[in-house]
C-alpha cells in the first residue's frame, strides 16, 4: 500500500512539475510571437512602448481570447471566430494520425522483427524508408492522381471525398470518407520513423538475458517479441512523439492546403496574403493567432508524451527526464 502512495505521489509530482514547465514554455512563446513584430516593425504602432505594448497583446490574448482581427473586403472578421468554427478540425487530424502513425508503426516493426531477413520484412522496410524520406505534399498530390474520384487513375469513390467533410457528429461516414487519406498521408511519415527506432529497440532487446530466457522456454520468436521485447520499446516510442510532433504539426499544414481539411491552419495562406481575393500583405493578428495555436499544440501533446513515458517508466518520475 505505501509503495502504491508512493508511486502515486511521483507520478503525481512528476505532472505538476511537467504542467508548470509546460505553461512557462507557452507564455515564452507568447512573449515572442506578439515581440517580434513590435520588434521589427514599431512604425506599424506609433506611440506605443515595446514592453507596455506585448503586455497588452498577451493580456487581450491569453485572458480575453481577443486575437484581432482578420483582413477582408467584408469588414473585420475576428480572428477568434474563424479559429473557434475550424478548430476541432484540427484536433481530429492531429489525433487521427498520431493514433494511425503510432499504430502503423508498431505492428510495422512488430511484424519485422519476429519475420528478420524475410521477403515481406524486406518489403515493409523499403516502404518504411519510401514513406519517411516522401514529402507529405508529394505524397499527398501523388494519391490525388491515383485515386481522387473525378481525374484519379484508378478512381476510389467510397474512401476519397476530402472536399466532403462533416462534422463526426453530423455525419460520421462522411467524417471518415473525408478525413481517411489526410490521416494516411500525415501519419506515414511518423509510421516510418516509430517503425524503425522500436525496430532496433526490439532487436537489441532481443540479446538481453530475460528475453533469451523466454525463448528457451519454448516460446515462438512472435510471442517472445510481442511480449518481452516489445514493451521496453514502448519508451523509445513516447520519446519520439515528443520530438516528432513539431514536424507533425507543418505537415498538418501542408495536408489542410493539398485536402482542403477546414481546420485553422487552412488560414495559413489567408494570412501570408496568397488570396486574391482578399487585401495584399501578411495577415499579421492571423500569423500570431496560427503561430499560437500551433505552439499550444505542440506543448500539449509533448506534456502528453511525457507523461506516458513517465508511465512507462518509473525512473522517469522520479528523476524528471528519461533514463539512459
Same mark, same amino acid.
Given at each position: ?14 505532472? *505538476? &512539475?511537467?504542467?508548470?514547465? @509546460? ?5 515564452? =512563446?507568447? $512573449?515572442?510571437? #506578439? !515581440? ?84 515481406? *520484412? &524486406?518489403?515493409?522496410?523499403? @516502404? ?5 524520406? =516522401?514529402? $507529405?505534399?508529394? #505524397? !499527398? ?184
Amino acid at each position: 500500500m505505501g509503495r502504491r502512495y508512493r508511486n502515486n505521489g511521483a507520478l503525481l509530482g512528476f505532472l *505538476t &512539475r511537467r504542467l508548470f514547465f @509546460a505553461a512557462v514554455v507557452l507564455l515564452a =512563446l507568447a $512573449v515572442i510571437d #506578439f !515581440g517580434l513584430y513590435r520588434f521589427f516593425r514599431p512604425d506599424f504602432y506609433p506611440g506605443d512602448s515595446l514592453v507596455g505594448g506585448v503586455a497588452h497583446d498577451m493580456e487581450r490574448a491569453l485572458f480575453h481570447f481577443d486575437f484581432g482581427c482578420a483582413s477582408s473586403h467584408f469588414g473585420c472578421p475576428p480572428v477568434r471566430a474563424l479559429w473557434a468554427r475550424s478548430w476541432t478540425a484540427d484536433v481530429y487530424l492531429l489525433v487521427g494520425g498520431l493514433a494511425l502513425g503510432v499504430l502503423a508503426g508498431v505492428a510495422g516493426a512488430t511484424f519485422c522483427a519476429a519475420r528478420p531477413r524475410s521477403l515481406a *520484412t &524486406r518489403a515493409v522496410e523499403t @516502404a518504411g524508408m519510401l514513406f519517411y524520406s =516522401l514529402p $507529405v505534399y508529394l #505524397f !499527398g498530390f501523388g494519391l490525388l492522381l491515383l485515386f481522387e474520384p473525378t481525374f484519379g487513375a484508378f478512381p476510389l469513390p467510397f474512401f476519397f471525398h476530402p472536399i466532403d467533410y462533416e462534422a463526426p457528429l453530423s455525419d460520421p461516414w462522411a467524417f471518415v470518407q473525408a478525413m481517411v487519406v489526410p490521416w494516411i498521408v500525415v501519419a506515414a511519415p511518423l509510421a516510418a520513423v516509430v517503425l524503425r527506432l522500436m525496430q532496433a529497440g526490439m532487436l537489441e532487446a532481443l540479446e538481453t538475458e530475460y528475453v533469451r530466457t523466454a525463448a528457451a522456454k519454448g516460446l515462438s520468436r512472435r510471442s517472445v517479441v510481442r511480449h518481452h521485447a516489445a514493451p521496453p520499446a514502448y519508451q523509445t516510442v513516447a520519446s519520439l512523439i515528443g520530438a516528432w510532433v513539431p514536424t507533425f504539426v507543418t505537415n498538418m499544414v501542408l495536408v489542410e492546403f493539398v485536402f482542403f481539411v477546414p481546420g485553422f491552419f487552412g488560414q495559413t495562406k489567408r494570412a501570408l496574403g496568397q488570396i486574391p481575393e482578399l487585401p495584399p500583405g501578411y495577415d499579421v493578428p492571423m500569423l500570431q493567432a496560427l503561430a499560437l495555436w500551433a505552439a499550444v499544440l505542440i506543448v500539449v501533446v509533448s506534456a502528453l508524451a511525457d507523461l506516458a513515458l513517465a508511465l512507462l517508466d518509473p525512473r522517469v518520475r522520479a528523476t524528471g527526464r528519461p533514463v539512459g
